[in-house]
């Protein structure tokens, strides 16, 4: 069936480091991915999207590619900073049954 | 432009006691609506979702139910509450394979 797999957390960096979350699905026909960010006490939001194969999503200096030959689509970010601390989700949508699929959330601490 | 309610915030239950959860869509016309819950630390899991009123799929069996009275609203329903129903249920929107639009979350504690 379709799935999603993150790696999982928390995730602790200092400001400024790198940042990555390994997403990687299993999925039946062409899926969009999505990447959400969840802050405390809060509903999620959508980070960025990818519609088809190779696509790059980004949004506030995050990234993420569609690797169809991978099934991946890994976060990335350059330079994290305190206000990045948050849960993300990686996500599928499988457009016949209009269902999305998550994956069980990475939560990242970024300290000063 | 398009917003998604949810009341109450927050709710204390007691075991055994009914609930209603609900969810409203504005400035959008017949969504695909859903119901999640997200357990302390967890992922989150699909309760149920409606392509259309009165169009409810389950995913989870449980002690719960949803309706879609009306295009723009969804109502999580129990009629007796469990502990284990404690968390924080989400209502989200979307079209037909779009992003999936989330609504700011219902804090559940059944004592």
């Known amino acids: 069936g379709d799935s999603v797999t993150q790696m999982e957390g928390p995730v602790t960096l200092s400001e400024e480091a790198f940042l990555t979350i390994n997403c990687t699905y299993t999925a039946t026909g062409y899926p969009s991915l999505f990447w959400y960010v969840q802050y405390p006490g809060e509903g999620l939001q959508l980070l960025l999207k990818?519609?088809?194969?190779?696509d790059k999503g980004s949004n506030k200096g995050f990234e993420a590619t569609y690797r169809k030959e991978t099934t991946s689509f890994h976060l990335e970010k350059g330079s994290v900073q305190v206000s990045d601390s948050a849960v993300y989700f990686c996500a599928l949508s499988v457009n016949n049954f209009n269902k999305f699929y998550f994956g069980s959330g990475t939560k990242l601490n970024v300290k000063p | 432009s398009q917003t998604i309610h949810q009341w109450p915030a927050t709710l204390v239950q007691p075991v055994g006691s009914p609930l209603s959860l609900e969810c409203t869509v504005e400035?959008?016309?017949?969504?695909?609506l859903y119901w999640y819950r997200q357990a302390a630390g967890r992922g989150l899991q699909l309760l149920f979702y409606?392509?259309?009123?009165?169009?409810i799929s389950s995913e989870v069996p449980q002690n719960l139910s949803a309706s879609r009275p009306q295009d723009r609203q969804f109502i999580l329903s129990s009629k007796k509450l469990l502990l284990s129903d404690s968390g924080f249920y989400l209502c989200a929107w979307s079209f037909s394979g779009d992003e999936q639009y989330f609504g700011p979350g219902t804090r559940l504690t059944v004592t």
């Open positions: 409606s392509v259309g009123i009165g169009q």
């Open positions: 990818a519609t088809k194969a190779d």
């Open positions: 400035g959008t016309s017949n969504p695909n």
